[in-house]
């Protein structure tokens, strides 16, 4: 039950894009299509943003999509805002628990 | 609405128990899947444990043998019993429901669990 690895830190300038990975095994990511994507501020709860690799939650707005690619699932968030600074964490279904990644800090320039 | 309303942490001494409750409300505890995730101070977030709708109960390997997740519902309630706390169990504890098939919304602001002597 290891943690899913994310780089610590990514950035962008507002209008552009980024992107952050979480890599796993094929145990958990490549297992499954149950990859979610959480969003956190500082001293609230996190945000469900993605499900399924690729779903959003009603009310996320497009500017957030997921995707994955054998081992390693992507967030994408284009059109940066400055609302959209936060930590980000994966998460993978692993058949009989699960297990989140280990957080990336998005900053916006 | 949905809601839910986590309760029951505080300060305990190492090897202790504690029972975290998650009182919820505009919806079904019976009927959903329900977990428990943490995250230490300044830390990552980290699984715990999760209930599904048929009653089979899954744990993190760190907690497994020391933690049990359960629900009341008459009480529409989901608890996590603690025990053999270690100072590495220090961390706001959430409850979280599973809305979007495999996809767990937080709904709560969490409960905090502080292990020490």
């Known amino acids: 039950q290891s943690a899913l690895t994310q780089p610590p830190s990514a950035s962008g300038s507002p209008g552009q894009s980024v992107t952050i990975s979480c890599t796993g095994t094929?145990?958990?990511?490549?297992?499954?299509?149950?990859v979610s994507w959480y969003q956190q501020h500082p001293g609230k709860a996190p945000k469900l943003m993605i499900y399924?690799?690729?779903k959003r939650p009603s009310g996320v707005p497009d500017r957030f999509s997921g995707s994955k690619s054998g081992n390693t699932a992507s967030l994408t968030v284009s059109g940066l805002q400055a609302e959209d600074e936060a930590h980000y964490y994966c998460n993978s279904y692993a058949g009989t628990f699960y297990v989140f990644g280990t957080g990336t800090e998005v900053s916006v320039l | 609405e949905v809601q839910v309303v986590e309760s029951g942490g505080g300060l305990i001494q190492p090897g202790g128990s504690l029972r975290l409750s998650c009182a919820a409300s505009?919806?079904?505890?019976?009927?959903?899947?329900m977990s428990w995730a943490r995250q230490a101070p300044g830390k990552g977030l980290q699984w715990v444990s999760f209930i599904n709708s048929d009653g089979s109960t899954y744990y993190a390997d760190t907690v497994k043998g020391r933690f049990t997740i359960s629900r009341d519902n008459s009480k529409n309630t989901l608890y996590l019993q603690m025990s053999s706390l270690r100072a590495e169990d220090t961390a706001v504890y959430f409850c979280t429901r599973g809305e979007y098939s495999y996809g767990y919304v937080f709904r709560g602001q969490g409960t905090l669990v502080t292990v020490s002597s």
């Open positions: 094929s145990s958990d990511v490549g297992g499954y299509n149950y």
């Open positions: 399924e690799v690729n």
């Open positions: 505009g919806f079904f505890v019976s009927t959903s899947y």
